[in-house]
């Protein structure tokens, strides 16, 4: 299951990655540092301006470069993670957002797990008071609690999920019970349902319904699982499983491939592959049914979401749902983390084999002209594909390929077995390795 001798291993693009992200350091002194979204010295980006978070920013980078230091040994990453940990500690009082991908959810996380990875008090504690503001910012939407007012991933979901998160890593009960008592607004909405278009995202009908992971029923239903597992309480089930069975009515099931559509009714044939819209989140809303559930039927669906990428193509072929993206977010990242996921849930040779061939593709689709280490230009916008960008952050950039890549490297060393860092929206193990592969070793 080794990559093809003589081509690079994940590891090492991996850390040409971190070059690339290295030249983009802004040093702020005892304020730690940050990074440009991307350093090219005509370059756009994705995602511009700085930014702390998740998805685009500092946040994102400060996880890649932990993980780097578990995969390397080299303290020196270990370094940059803290130094950008001091950042978000520094700063994150002059952000307004509370999400999990754009705002200071995203923060809390990233803090908790330096915290964590390097034993600095500061970090834990500042976490913990992200959290309490996060708690703080919750009001009263009809009826019930939460943030946003939208129930999706991208807003109260992911909120919900990095408050369980903290609740666990920091050992405080009232973060867990805000969650659950924000969910239980959620559950009283119509699901399946969220409106992408219109206002918020312009380049969709007003009256669109997304059945997708970031910003549709999936991840909705994805967060109602999980607070079933949390609680046990029937009603978070019955109202994730309505979600569903939901996706599974319009999905396009061929044999036992499936796909899904980016959005109904105008996009039935449109199917993407990726996290956010696509085959690759959706599978993580049917395994976390699976997982808090035993259902093997969900774990058949995650099954055959995975064959349908397998059958569309992926990653050679390039076209409606795969375009020239390599990121997390939307592209060939985010792919490898659902088949690197998969082989440790199920120890099936297939599932690592894709894994390869995806990690193989992210190698040969770095650009590295310059000597300044590993960069993906990309076409991120689908609509507006002569954007080409090469940026720095975790969903949308060389962070996030790079841990998708670290995760790779991980699933082939069974005596080396090391902790991954997973944000909350992926259920998949954390150590990624099939059990009987660990009890060999």
């Not at 979204?37 to 500092?58: E, F, K, M, Q, W």
């Not at 992971?213 to 109202?239: D, P, W």
């Not at 349908?308 to 983390?337: F, K, S």
Request: glycine share 14%; charged share 20%.
């Amino acid at each position: 299951m080794s990559p093809e001798p003589g081509a690079e291993s994940p590891l090492s693009v991996s850390v040409e990655a971190a070059r690339w992200i290295r030249s983009a350091a802004v040093d702020g002194g005892r304020a730690g540092k940050h990074w440009r979204a991307n350093p090219d010295p005509r370059g756009r980006a994705a995602v511009p301006g700085p930014s702390p978070s998740l998805y685009s920013g500092t946040a994102g980078v400060v996880l890649f470069f932990l993980e780097l230091a578990a995969a390397t040994g080299d303290d020196g990453y270990l370094e940059d993670a803290a130094a950008g940990a001091r950042h978000l500690a520094a700063t994150w009082r002059g952000q307004a957002d509370l999400s999990f991908h754009h705002g200071l959810s995203g923060v809390m996380f990233a803090l908790a797990e330096a915290g964590w990875a390097t034993g600095e008090n500061l970090f834990e504690t500042e976490a913990a008071a992200v959290a309490d503001h996060v708690m703080r910012g919750a009001r009263s939407i009809d009826g019930g609690l939460g943030w946003t007012g939208d129930p999706a991933q991208r807003g109260d979901g992911g909120i919900i999920l990095a408050l369980l998160h903290a609740s666990g890593i920091l050992g405080v009960p009232a973060y867990r019970e805000i969650a659950v008592e924000a969910g239980r607004r959620i559950i009283a909405l119509a699901v399946p349902g969220h409106r992408f278009g219109g206002g918020a995202c312009p380049d969709l009908p007003p009256d669109a319904v997304t059945p997708g992971f970031l910003a549709g029923t999936a991840g909705t239903a994805f967060l109602l699982a999980r607070l079933y597992g949390v609680t046990g309480q029937v009603r978070f089930l019955s109202a994730a499983r309505r979600g569903a069975d939901f996706v599974r009515a319009v999905s396009t099931v061929t044999g036992r491939c499936a796909l899904v559509p980016h959005h109904l009714p105008q996009g039935r044939d449109l199917h993407y592959l990726g996290f956010c819209s696509g085959s690759a989140g959706v599978a993580r809303m049917f395994y976390e049914l699976y997982r808090v559930t035993g259902d093997a039927g969900e774990l058949d669906w995650v099954e055959r979401l995975a064959r349908g990428v397998v059958r569309r193509g992926a990653p050679g072929r390039r076209g409606d749902g795969h375009w020239n993206v390599a990121c997390q977010c939307c592209g060939t990242a985010g792919l490898l983390e659902l088949f690197v996921g998969l082989w440790a849930v199920t120890g099936r040779p297939a599932h690592l084999e894709t894994a390869h061939d995806l990690g193989r593709d992210l190698a040969g689709g770095a650009t590295r002209h310059d000597g300044r280490g590993a960069r993906w230009y990309q076409a991120y916008r689908r609509l507006r594909p002569w954007e080409i960008t090469a940026d720095t952050g975790y969903m949308v950039g060389a962070a996030g390929i790079g841990a998708a890549l670290l995760h790779l490297d991980a699933a082939t060393r069974p005596k080396e077995a090391r902790r991954l860092i997973l944000p909350p929206d992926n259920p998949f193990p954390a150590i990624p390795l099939p059990a009987a592969t660990l009890r060999r070793s």
